[in-house]
C-alpha cells in the first residue's frame, strides 16, 4: 500500500526506543510526522489513551485507522504495510522468521538490559556499584552474542540475516548507538572488544535514514531545552529533576 497521510509518531525525543520507528519509516520513505510532548507527560492523558502502557513510541496512521504501540508490533506492521520491494525484509519461511527472531532477542534482551543498564549507570542518583556491574556485564554479554554471529558471517555479509540489511539489524542501532553512555567509556572506545559489531553499527549510522532521524532528535530535544542524557540543560540526574519539577508546582 503507497501511503498518502502522514504517519503520526508520538514520541519523547531522549531515548532510543521512539528512534528505532523513525528509522525505519525513513529508509521505507514513508511520510510521517512528529507528536513530539514531555518524558514527565508519558503516564498522562492525551498520550495514555494512545497508549495505555504510557512508554512511547505509538503511532497513530490514518491511512489504515491503525494504532499501535510496542516497537516490535510497529515495526512488523510498517514493514508489512509499506516495504513491498522488501528493501528490509525478506518473504522466504527462514529468513522471514530469523528476522522476528533477532527483533525478538532485541525487543527482550538489548532493550531491557539496556534500558536498566542506562538506568542504574546514568539516571539513577544513587550510584550501587552490583547494579551497575550486573547491567554493564549483561550489555557486554549481548554486544558478545552480535559479534560472535557477525563474525561468522563472510566477509560481505556481515548482516544478521541472508546477505543485506534488513529491520533486525536496524532495530540494534539505536541503543548500540549509547554503549559509550551506558559502560561510560569514550566514544571511540565503546565497541573495544566487539570489532564486527563495530563495523555492522558504523554502517548503519552512515545512512541517510539515521543522519535524518538524528537531526530530528536534536531539533525536538532542543525545542525542549534537553541535555544529552535527556534531562534538562543544567540538571544532572531524576533526583534533581524531580526537586525542580517540584519547585514548579509551588
Ligand atoms: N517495550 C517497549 C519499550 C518502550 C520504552 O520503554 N520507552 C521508554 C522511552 S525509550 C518509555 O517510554 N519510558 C517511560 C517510562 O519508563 O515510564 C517498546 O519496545 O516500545
Known amino acids: ?47 495514555i489513551n494512545i ?26 506492521y510498517l514493514i508489512s504495510q509499506y516495504d513491498p520491494n522488501k528493501l528490509l525484509h525478506y518473504d522466504t519461511l527462514k529468513e522471514h522468521n530469523l528476522c522476528i527472531q533477532w527483533l525478538s532477542f532485541q525487543i527482550s534482551g538489548q532493550g531491557p538490559y539496556f534500558g536498566q543498564c542506562g538506568w542504574f549507570s546514568v539516571l539513577h542518583p544513587e550510584k550501587i556499584p552490583s547494579a551497575i556491574e ?4 549483561e550489555l557486554k554479554r549481548i554486544l558478545g552474542v552480535l559479534e560472535t554471529v557477525l563474525a561468522s558471517r563472510p566477509a560481505d555479509q556481515q548482516w544478521l540475516v541472508g546477505d543485506r540489511i534488513t529491520f533486525a539489524d536496524l532495530s540494534f542501532v539505536p541503543y548500540n548507538d549509547r554503549v559509550d553512555v551506558l559502560l561510560g567509556v569514550p566514544a571511540d572506545k565503546k565497541f ?22 538524528m ?8 525545542e525542549q531545552g534537553l541535555d544529552w542524557h535527556g534531562l534538562p540543560k543544567g540538571v544532572a540526574n531524576i533526583e534533581e529533576f524531580e526537586k525542580s519539577l517540584k519547585q514548579g508546582e509551588e
Open 1 to 47: 500500500m503507497t501511503p498518502t497521510k502522514a504517519i503520526r509518531v508520538w514520541l519523547t525525543p531522549p531515548g532510543p526506543n521512539s528512534w528505532k520507528v523513525v528509522n525505519v519509516i525513513e529508509e521505507l520513505g514513508v511520510p510521517y510526522e512528529f507528536v513530539s510532548f514531555k518524558f514527565e507527560h508519558v503516564k498522562s492523558p492525551p498520550f
Open 51 to 76: 497508549n495505555p502502557n504510557g512508554r512511547v513510541p505509538a503511532i497513530e496512521d490514518p491511512n489504515t485507522d491503525i494504532t499501535l504501540w510496542e516497537t516490535g508490533a510497529i515495526i512488523q
Open 134 to 137: 550486573r547491567y554493564q556485564n
Open 192 to 213: 573495544e572488544s566487539f570489532p564486527h559489531v563495530k563495523a555492522w553499527h558504523e554502517k548503519m549510522i552512515a545512512r541517510p535514514a539515521w543522519i535524518k532521524s
Open 215 to 222: 537531526e530530528h532528535r536534536a531539533r525536538l530535544m532542543d
